[in-house]
């Protein structure tokens, strides 16, 4: 069955306080827009349609950066979720298939979810997403007989008998797009909010006798946003269950509610992420390696049986092969380290290739960056960088080559060469001591004074 995706997310969000459109407010990382999509995707769509609106341009970019493909439509009037699912017709004139309408501020709709939705559609005309609320408040409400779904009414419409179900819409429909569309033409506005309802083509779609039924799913997944503390708490439902899924996929966590995650981290098997870890966007950690405590990730890749801090950091472009060590206070951007490479303690590497098995010493620095351009540092396989070298990019370091301490490298290093480049050491017998008794003498008499 093809599949196009309907994502709303016209609304303003004004309880949001924001200059941002409410669906590019971010969870874990990527904007709540995304999450919705991302759950669609699973589906593998043949279109995928966002109506935007409020902060239209924005939310565009947003939804291409996800998909290239994707539609934006524009509803340049909020007048209710029936009509703003009818904007999205013209984008699919002629499709043949289904369509499942989804909203861009409720991010957590699993997969699973909506696989059950689109099964159910082989044996119904009409299906909705239903959840059991704790407290069902302001929810739209089913109104059920038996299996089959016959109406939703909305809680300002309903009767006080109708407000008891606590059986809730989620705003989730699935149906046949093109019946969908003819089912929204025939809705009206004449209700307590003078919208266009699309709640309100299930009762239609049951008079022209199609057939409507509910899919049931936890409460959690359908939590929607529309504050900043919804935000926030989002964003803590978002962690605990990832966490949850982490210690579930033999990953261990002595402190799991410390752990930051970025909706697309990645950590394998027999991995351990220590306490007061970070994680930003698109770093995937494959399995056996040791993340320790209060390191910051984005953007990197970590192999089998590397250690990264504690108190690194890896920022995007950071490649590190297996047995890799990167300790203390030690930067990494944009640069390869071989197999076996140790960065032990307080170093910058940037724009680098690291050889295989070299050792890095304490406090060097790749200089990158020369004010306008940034230069590339190469270091062979099995080399030795003594402490404190600045290595002034462009350079290369030559295999089995080695850096004196505090050597500031300026020129190429050939393979199993040793580079010296500091001022030489001169020693003058006795001009400590002497030193020393005059500066001494001169303090003790101005205590004196
Ligand atoms: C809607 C449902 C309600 C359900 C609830 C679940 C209707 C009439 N009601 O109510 O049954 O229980 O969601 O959260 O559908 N939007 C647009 N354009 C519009 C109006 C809305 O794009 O003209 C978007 C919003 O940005 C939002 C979504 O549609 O993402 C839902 O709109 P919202 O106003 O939050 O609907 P509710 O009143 O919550
Ligand atoms: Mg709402």
Redesign the pocket.
């Not at 909203?103 to 409720?106: K, L, V």
């Given at each position: 069955m093809s599949i196009a995706l309907i994502v709303?997310?016209?609304?303003k969000?004004t309880r949001m306080k924001s200059d941002l459109p409410?669906?590019l407010h971010k969870i874990a990382h990527a904007p709540m827009l995304w999450h919705a999509m991302r759950a669609g995707a699973a589906l593998e769509p043949a279109h995928t349609v966002v109506?935007a609106?409020h902060g239209a341009d924005l939310v565009q970019a947003s939804a291409r950066d996800f998909d290239p493909t994707a539609q934006v439509v524009l509803?340049t009037e909020?007048?209710?979720?029936?009509?703003?699912v009818a904007q999205a017709r013209p984008a699919l004139e002629g499709f043949r298939g289904d369509a499942i309408v989804l909203?861009?501020?409720?991010p957590f709709i699993s997969q699973e979810t909506l696989t059950a939705m689109a099964e159910a559609r082989t044996s119904h005309d009409v299906v909705v997403l239903g959840f059991e609320a704790a407290d069902p408040a302001?929810?739209?409400r089913l109104v059920t007989q038996g299996n089959s779904l016959e109406r939703?009414v909305?809680f300002k419409d309903a009767s006080d008998q109708e407000r008891t179900i606590t059986l809730?819409?989620?705003?989730v429909i699935a149906a046949d797009a093109q019946v969908l569309f003819s089912l929204i033409e025939a809705v009206g506005n004449d209700n307590a909010s003078g919208?266009y309802?699309?709640?309100d083509i299930v009762g239609i779609a049951r008079e022209q006798g199609l057939s409507a039924t509910v899919v049931q799913c936890a409460e959690a997944e359908?939590l929607?946003v529309n504050s900043r503390a919804d935000l926030a708490a989002a964003e803590a439902a978002f962690q605990r269950r990832r966490r949850a899924e982490l210690l579930e996929n033999g990953i261990t966590l002595p402190a799991p509610e410390t752990v930051h995650l970025a909706w697309d981290t990645v950590i394998g098997r027999d991995c351990e992420v220590e306490q007061n870890v970070v994680f930003g966007p698109d770093v995937t950690v494959e399995s056996g390696a040791h993340i320790r405590a209060f390191s910051h990730l984005e953007g990197a890749h970590v192999s089998r049986g590397s250690v990264v801090g504690p108190y690194a950091r890896l920022r995007p472009g950071a490649e590190l092969a297996e047995n890799v060590h990167v300790g203390n206070f030690v930067e990494i951007k944009k640069a390869v380290l071989h197999e076996g490479v140790k960065a032990n303690h307080l170093t910058y590497i940037g724009d680098a290739d690291i050889g295989a098995g070299t050792n890095i010493g304490a406090g060097t620095i790749t200089c990158n960056y020369d004010g306008v351009f940034k230069h590339k540092t190469t270091i062979g396989a099995g080399a030795f960088i003594g402490s404190n070298t600045m290595l002034v990019a462009p350079v290369t370091i030559g295999a089995g080559g080695m850096t004196a301490s505090g050597s500031v490298i300026t020129e190429n290093v050939p393979d199993g060469a040793l580079a010296l480049a500091r001022g030489k050491q001169e020693i003058k017998p006795g001009l400590a001591t002497k030193l020393f008794k005059m500066l001494k003498a001169r303090k003790a008499k101005e205590q004196a004074k």
């Open positions: 709303l997310a016209a609304g969000g409410k669906v109506v609106g509803q909020q007048l209710g979720t029936g009509h703003a909203y861009g501020d409720t302001r929810y739209g939703i909305e809730c819409n989620s705003g919208e309802y699309l709640t359908t929607g």
